[in-house]
């Protein structure tokens, strides 16, 4: 048997650092048995999947030192790579489930799904779709499908007992069926969930092992139970634990810098960053700290994976990523590493348009550059010390601004001048009061290049991660004044769909 192993990111926001852990694990045991790793761009949410993200995937996994031996840009003999490219397959796929009675068309409104769930709620039910639909005669589904009314595909889940998974690092895991829901698998517009096309793609892809997080093992049951269905072989599972913020929350961007890409623009070594995240639960075995991507390959077993759950603290990575400049290059590498980090001519050619209509002389660039070049910009809570703005409205500003910008999807100077903008308008706030504090967040100086152009240079992650470090530097905010302004922003940001509505 030649072991394959996929990584399959969606491609609806920024290249997340779980994905290049997930995605090192696999490459990592794929090629420690002589195997095939895989990508596969699971794009089936039409909503938020961009062209854009994809790219930035690709770039991100690809900076990181990770090469894939099939996927969308190298091709392979599994293609097409992409699930939007496959509809036609999941589609024959559900009518095939449905044909032999392992799944059935329901034709439930959302308004009726809501109400199902509310009951279920005051009842002190787990909410669950309750097969209503399930048990239509044929005539009335003939005659629905006669009138043309909207229905998505679930499958049939057994009502009674329990389901045995066998996890390779947790041995078997019982989970009743009563807490599994009839998930649907072909949505209205005819393109599949999550749970169909992954259980297809990996068969027809000929994956042997799903390494994964542990985050997906509420829904082994229902994709046990689809290889059943089909008469497939399940491959191997393996769920990882999952990475979390020094808390033990889980790593999320509201708390750590989460992109990819944010810590090569912070001049992390791709090295370093592979490094760090191979010792997420794992370690090797002779307990050294500095290794390569061959050498973790080498020596990978990952039945020696810690199901505790791994801390990502980023003050361990960049010591880490010093250890690997002060000892792991030579000095024609650093310098090469230095300048395509941070004076590359690519780089100059975006701040130039910036530079030349405020130097004098090339000594000055330096002050108008030196925010792009920081880690994190240092000031204290007197340079947020605006006459007309008391503490609240500040952390007000600053907090309803990371909440708008983690929204934005296309990264350019109009996102972010509506977003400021929308947190003027939700804070009943002029935006000579509010550019002030988002000007001091971004640069922490007095004069820099526009806090407009600042953040488009500096990039969606590094803008949020400045944004939450001035947060802090402000006093952060309380858990009941959080739950105050989560209200007031989710009430302005109704106000603003209903006028969009409107108009």
């Keep these: 048997m ?43 949410d039409q909503a938020r999947s961009t062209a854009a993200s994809e790219q930035a995937i690709l770039e991100a996994l690809r900076w ?25 397959v999941y589609q024959a796929h559900a009518a095939r489930l449905v044909e032999q009675g392992h799944a059935f068309r329901c034709f439930c409104s959302a308004d009726t799904l809501t109400e199902m769930r509310q009951a279920q709620m005051a009842a002190g039910q787990t909410p669950r ?54 998930q649907v698998l072909q949505k209205t517009d005819g393109l599949p969930t999550y749970h169909l096309a992954n ?11 799903v390494i994964r997080g542990e985050e997906w093992i509420p ?32 790593l999320s961007k509201r708390k750590n810098p989460t992109s990819i890409l944010f810590y090569r623009e912070q001049g992390f070594l791709p090295e370093a960053l592979l490094n760090y995240l191979g010792r997420m639960g794992w370690s090797m075995p002779d307990e050294t700290e500095r290794f390569t991507l061959d050498e973790m390959v ?12 791994p801390i990502f603290d980023l003050d361990k990575l960049r ?45 000055d660039a330096a002050n108008w550059l030196m925010p792009l070049w920081e880690q994190t910009p240092e000031f204290g809570p007197d340079a947020l010390d605006f006459a007309d703005l008391d503490v609240e409205a500040v952390q007000s500003i600053l907090q309803f601004l990371i909440w708008r910008l983690e929204s934005v999807v296309v990264w350019d100077r109009e996102q972010v001048e509506l977003s400021i903008q929308f947190v003027g308008d939700a804070l009943g706030l002029k935006l000579k009061q509010v550019m002030p504090i988002v000007f001091v967040s971004l640069s922490g100086k007095q004069r820099a290049i526009s806090a407009f152009d600042l953040a488009v240079l500096l990039g969606a992650d590094r803008t949020r991660a400045r944004l939450r ?18 209200k007031s922003y989710a009430d302005a940001v109704a106000n603003i769909d209903s006028q969009g509505e409107a108009h």
């Design 2 to 44: 030649t072991v394959r192993t996929r990584i399959a990111p969606s491609p609806t926001g920024d290249p997340h650092v779980g994905t290049a852990y997930i995605a090192l694990f696999n490459y990592a045991f794929a090629k420690a048995h002589g195997g095939t790793f895989v990508l596969r761009i699971e794009d089936t």
């Design 64 to 88: 990181t030192g990770l090469q894939w031996d099939e996927g969308p840009d190298v091709g392979g003999p599994h293609g097409p790579y992409r699930q939007s490219e496959r509809a036609s």
């Design 129 to 182: 779709y309750d097969g209503r639909c399930a048990a239509l005669s044929e005539a009335t589904v003939s005659e629905r499908l006669a009138s043309s009314d909207p229905y998505v595909i679930r499958m049939r889940v057994p009502e009674t007992g329990d389901c045995m998974i066998h996890d390779r690092l947790r041995g078997e895991i019982t989970i009743p069926w009563s807490q599994v829901d009839m």
């Design 199 to 209: 259980v297809v793609d990996d068969h027809l892809m000929a994956i042997t092992h």
């Design 219 to 250: 829904s082994a049951p229902k994709h046990q139970l689809l290889y059943q269905y089909f008469g497939w072989e399940m491959p191997e599972l393996c769920h990882l634990p999952l990475l979390r913020n020094p808390d033990q929350s889980k």
């Design 298 to 309: 080498k020596a990978f077993n990952i039945d020696r994976v810690s199901l505790g759950g």
């Design 319 to 363: 010591w880490l990523n010093g250890q690997w400049l002060k000892s792991a290059l030579s000095d024609e590498d650093y310098v090469e590493r230095l300048m395509t980090w941070g004076f590359s001519e690519s780089f100059f050619h975006q701040v130039l348009p910036h530079l030349k209509t405020r130097i004098d002389v090339f000594s």
């Design 469 to 486: 470090h001035a947060l802090d530097v402000a006093g952060g905010v309380s858990k009941k004044g959080l739950k105050r302004l989560e």
